[in-house]
């Protein structure tokens, strides 16, 4: 029922860009947050960025502010994330996930553990 769906990961020289996809489907787009996270080999999953989908607030971790931009189109119950400068320390399995707006509301948008649908990932490597 409920899918969520990430493309866009992509083999990127460090300082090019890269645009990724969150396809959503079996929940109302619009009562939920979606997050994108990142994990890389040997680390913890970690937040990137979050979107409010009802009211469009954003919210990014330190690290990508003025490099990652997180977005959504509500008639096609997708967000995306922008990456421009790409590092090589972005490398990793990007996720998106969902969570209620009632919950999310509760918590803090970058805990991993406030979500309640998962995608499957995208990879995303950034050569030096």
């Known amino acids: 029922e409920v899918q969520l769906v990430e493309s866009g990961g992509d083999l990127v020289q460090a300082g090019g860009s890269l645009r990724l996809s969150c396809a959503a489907s079996?929940?109302?787009?619009?009562?939920?947050?979606i997050g994108w996270f990142r994990q890389a080999p040997g680390k913890e999953r970690e937040g990137v960025s979050c979107?409010?989908?009802?009211?469009?607030?954003?919210y990014y971790a330190d690290s990508v502010k003025g490099r990652f931009t997180i977005s959504s189109d509500n008639a096609k119950n997708t967000v995306y994330l922008q990456i421009n400068g790409l590092k090589p320390e972005d490398t990793a399995v990007y996720y998106c996930?969902?969570?209620?707006?009632?919950?999310?509301?509760?918590?803090?948008?970058?805990?991993?553990?406030?979500?309640?649908?998962w995608g499957q990932g995208t990879q995303v490597t950034v050569s030096s």
């Open positions: 979107i409010n989908c009802r009211d469009g607030r954003t």
């Open positions: 996930a969902a969570v209620p707006i009632v919950q999310f509301f509760r918590t803090r948008w970058s805990l991993p553990s406030a979500y309640v649908h």
């Open positions: 079996g929940f109302t787009f619009d009562d939920y947050a």
